[in-house]
């Protein structure tokens, strides 16, 4: 089975672009969740989407937003981005909402300049 | 407050020594921790959850309530071990849960 998987792997922006980052998940998988990951913060769980609804929202601005197709590939999109916005966004799918066994993509390294 | 902590961001060991990376957690409830393990330039995955209380590689972890800890051991590292490991803890926040991440413990075994 194909694990999940991200693109671009790789982005560079400047500061005040917008960017949309893609996941395709498992097959099977109907649940998709988006983390950041930064040096000083760590991994930071942003929202999660199940059948093209988002479920759930971690602490994030509105600058954050997503959303999810029927075919349970996922869209992140960050609006006005700013040089803290430089991470690492890691996708991971998982059977059902609410099932905490989640499998991670490899991730799309964002730098904003 | 539902927080995950990892007190050590390196431990580094010898092979064949034995190893231990600390977790401590805060949850009210009966919590439900993992740990994640990411090897070099692989992506981040799953090594053990407390549920299956099973040994994966040769580690495993206990969970101590009274103490909120979810430490991670093993009883002879091999330097195949080496990766950044990651406790987690299945928070809830709103009307599904999620994980929430310690910051990692870097281990480096050594030849």
């Known amino acids: 089975k194909a694990g999940v998987t991200q693109t671009p792997r790789y982005l560079i922006k400047t500061r005040g672009q917008q960017v949309t980052l893609s996941c395709s998940p498992i097959s099977g998988h109907r649940s998709v969740s988006w983390y950041q990951q930064t040096p000083g913060q760590g991994l930071q769980f942003l929202f999660e989407y199940f059948s093209e609804t988002q479920r759930n929202k971690g602490n994030f601005p509105g600058r954050f937003s997503g959303r999810q197709f029927s075919n349970s590939r996922s869209e992140m999109n960050v609006s006005t981005l700013e040089l803290g916005d430089s991470a690492l966004y890691l996708c991971?799918?998982?059977?059902?909402?609410?099932?905490?066994?989640?499998?991670f993509g490899p991730g799309t390294r964002l730098t904003v300049l | 407050a539902q927080r995950v902590t990892q007190p050590e961001k390196l431990l580094s060991v010898f092979k064949g020594a034995p190893v231990e990376l600390k977790c401590n957690y805060s949850y009210s409830g009966s919590p439900e921790l993992f740990w994640y393990v990411q090897y070099s330039r692989q992506r981040l995955q799953l090594l053990l959850r407390?549920?299956s209380r099973e040994s994966i590689k040769g580690f495993t972890a206990d969970l101590n309530k009274g103490e909120t800890s979810f430490h991670l051991k093993k009883p002879f590292a091999q330097e195949e071990d080496s990766a950044m490991y990651y406790c987690a803890l299945w928070g809830m926040g709103g009307s599904q849960g999620n994980l929430i991440f310690g910051k990692g413990t870097k281990l480096s075994v050594k030849p």
């Open positions: 991971a799918s998982s059977f059902i909402t609410g099932y905490n066994e989640q499998f």
């Open positions: 407390h549920i």
